[in-house]
C-alpha cells in the first residue's frame, strides 16, 4: 500500500514496490515541471525524493503514511531533463521511532541526477 494523497496523484507519479525496505518511483516529466534553465526544478526533484523515501514504509490499510520527514537533504548532481525521472529509495536503518532512508534519482537515459538522505519518524510508536 502507498501514500494516497492528491500532490502525488497531480504530480503523475508511478510506484513500484521492490521489497520491504525498497520501492521505485517513476516520474513522467511535463513542461510544467521545469525552471527557467529548462531542466527539473529542484523543488519537484526534492519533492520526489521526499514521497519516495516516505512510502518505503507501507501506509495504512487507508492509505495514510505512517511516518513524517523530519530532516532532507538533496544534493543535484546533473541537470536532470528528459522523458521521465526515476527515484529509487530504500531504507538503511529502522529505530523504534525513527527510519534513515536514501534515494537516489537517475534520468531516463539512467544518468544520476540527485542524491537524498531522509529521515522520517513513525506517526504512531
Do not use: W
Request: charged share 20%; net charge positive; with cysteine.
Amino acid at each position: 500500500m502507498f501514500i494516497k494523497q492528491p500532490f502525488d496523484e497531480f504530480l503523475g507519479l508511478q510506484y513500484e514496490r521492490i521489497s520491504d525496505n525498497q520501492i521505485k518511483i517513476y516520474l513522467p516529466l511535463k513542461p510544467l515541471y521545469l525552471n527557467s534553465l529548462g531542466v527539473v526544478h529542484g523543488g519537484i526533484i526534492s519533492s520526489l525524493a521526499d514521497v519516495a523515501m516516505c512510502n518505503v514504509p507501507e501506509a495504512d490499510p487507508s492509505g495514510v503514511q505512517t511516518a513524517v520527514t523530519v530532516d532532507l537533504k538533496v544534493s543535484f548532481l546533473s541537470p536532470a531533463k528528459g522523458e521521465f525521472l526515476l527515484a529509487d529509495a530504500r531504507v538503511f536503518k529502522k529505530g523504534k521511532r525513527l527510519i534513515h532512508a536514501e534515494c537516489l534519482i537517475y534520468n531516463d537515459q539512467n544518468t544520476l541526477v540527485a542524491k537524498a538522505n531522509g529521515i522520517y519518524m513513525y506517526r504512531n510508536k
